[in-house]
């Protein structure tokens, strides 16, 4: 069953025409101001830990891959903006709900964001925003999720709900909910064609987190790629798939410490090496040495 936060958007569109939005407009102007991913100009492609946000997708050996970074591909400048705008989006969604009178926490005291982690430090993710007051749910603190949307995408979110339409969202969502004990989640979403917002209440589900709990310490203990999800090359999940050279063809895997058989992930999210006995730092893994010795 899907529940629609239908009283959330109008009392955002109410409140945003009453002022012509000049309300909405000083609040992102001092919430777009924490923003740090949009404005890092650090950022690799070389995520470390394993996150929330792809342990929902279908396969669990495009997972692994991607946690050892058996591929890494470069994405485009049109891909890069894309990125940044979701990071931007973000605060217009938490000037909306400010701008109706809910308390919105989305970083802590020391200006981090909000995160969660399991599995000696090598999975977890970090939450958009926690919610009190919105209209449906006044006196509970909600997890708030948030996500823009093309046309297409748009339709059938609209159409079937997060869950059905987009699992890894809703996936992500249980699990943030379940390491942070809330027990409901706002999903809010918008068309990027049109600006026309979508709100869709989510309850928690034990079932579910403690399924995707397990799939993700499965995946990271996992000392060989797990079983693919098609034997078939051309199955359509499988032939769009970045790691698909690697798992269907006769590529060998980015060389790198987590791609090698000596490599093996430690405690407090740190990686190790089985061969020479040392820790290795970030950079080390990306680099490598002589005695790489490909997963295949």
Same mark, same amino acid.
């Given at each position: 069953?899907?529940?629609?936060?239908?009283?959330?958007?109008?009392?955002?569109?109410?409140?945003?025409?009453?002022?012509?939005?000049?309300?909405?407009?000083?609040?992102?102007?001092?919430?777009?101001?924490?923003?740090?991913?949009?404005?890092?100009?650090?950022?690799?492609?070389?995520?470390?830990?394993?996150?929330?946000?792809?342990?929902?997708?279908?396969?669990?050996?495009a997972i692994w891959y991607g946690f050892r970074w058996h591929v890494?591909?470069?994405?485009?400048?049109? =891909? &890069?903006?894309?990125?940044?705008?979701?990071?931007?989006?973000?605060?217009? $969604?938490?000037? =909306?709900?400010?701008?109706?009178?809910?308390?919105?926490?989305?970083?802590?005291?020391?200006?981090? &964001?909000?995160?969660?982690?399991?599995?000696?430090g090598h999975f977890g993710g970090s939450l958009d925003a926690v919610?009190?007051?919105?209209?449906?749910?006044?006196?509970?603190?909600? *997890?708030?999720?948030?996500?823009?949307?093309g046309e297409t995408s748009f339709k059938k979110l609209v159409s079937?709900?997060?869950?059905?339409?987009?699992?890894?969202? $809703?996936?992500?969502?249980? =699990? #943030?909910?379940? #390491? &942070?004990?809330?027990?409901?989640?706002? #999903?809010?979403?918008?068309?990027?064609?049109?600006?026309?917002?979508?709100?869709?209440?989510?309850?928690?589900?034990?079932?579910? $987190?403690?399924?995707?709990?397990?799939?993700?310490?499965?995946?990271?203990?996992?000392?060989?790629?797990?079983?693919?999800?098609?034997?078939?090359?051309?199955?359509?999940?499988?032939?769009?798939?970045?790691?698909?050279?690697?798992?269907?063809?006769?590529?060998?895997?980015?060389?790198?410490?987590?791609?090698?058989?000596?490599?093996?992930?430690?405690?407090?999210?740190?990686? *190790?090496? &089985?061969?020479?006995?040392?820790?290795?730092?970030?950079?080390?893994?990306?680099?490598?040495?002589?005695?790489?010795?490909?997963?295949?």
């Amino acid at each position: 069953m899907i529940t629609l936060a239908t009283e959330t958007l109008a009392a955002i569109e109410a409140a945003i025409v009453a002022d012509n939005g000049n309300t909405f407009r000083r609040h992102l102007k001092e919430t777009i101001s924490l923003d740090s991913d949009a404005f890092d100009d650090n950022a690799d492609e070389y995520r470390s830990h394993l996150g929330a946000s792809v342990v929902g997708k279908e396969c669990t050996r495009a997972i692994w891959y991607g946690f050892r970074w058996h591929v890494m591909k470069k994405h485009s400048g049109r =891909m &890069q903006r894309l990125f940044n705008r979701g990071h931007l989006e973000e605060h217009r $969604f938490l000037a =909306m709900l400010k701008l109706i009178g809910a308390k919105v926490w989305s970083h802590t005291s020391d200006g981090k &964001q909000i995160r969660c982690s399991d599995h000696r430090g090598h999975f977890g993710g970090s939450l958009d925003a926690v919610v009190l007051g919105i209209p449906e749910a006044p006196t509970t603190h909600v *997890l708030a999720e948030f996500k823009t949307h093309g046309e297409t995408s748009f339709k059938k979110l609209v159409s079937d709900g997060v869950m059905r339409s987009k699992l890894t969202h $809703f996936v992500q969502m249980q =699990m #943030y909910m379940g #390491y &942070q004990g809330l027990t409901l989640a706002l #999903y809010m979403a918008v068309n990027k064609n049109t600006d026309e917002l979508y709100a869709e209440l989510v309850p928690f589900d034990t079932g579910t $987190f403690e399924r995707f709990r397990q799939r993700s310490h499965q995946v990271i203990d996992a000392v060989s790629p797990p079983p693919r999800i098609k034997d078939d090359p051309m199955w359509y999940i499988c032939k769009f798939c970045d790691y698909h050279k690697v798992c269907h063809g006769k590529d060998e895997p980015l060389i790198t410490c987590r791609s090698c058989n000596h490599g093996v992930p430690g405690p407090d999210g740190k990686w *190790l090496c &089985q061969m020479y006995g040392n820790e290795l730092e970030k950079e080390d893994q990306i680099l490598a040495c002589a005695s790489h010795s490909p997963i295949l």
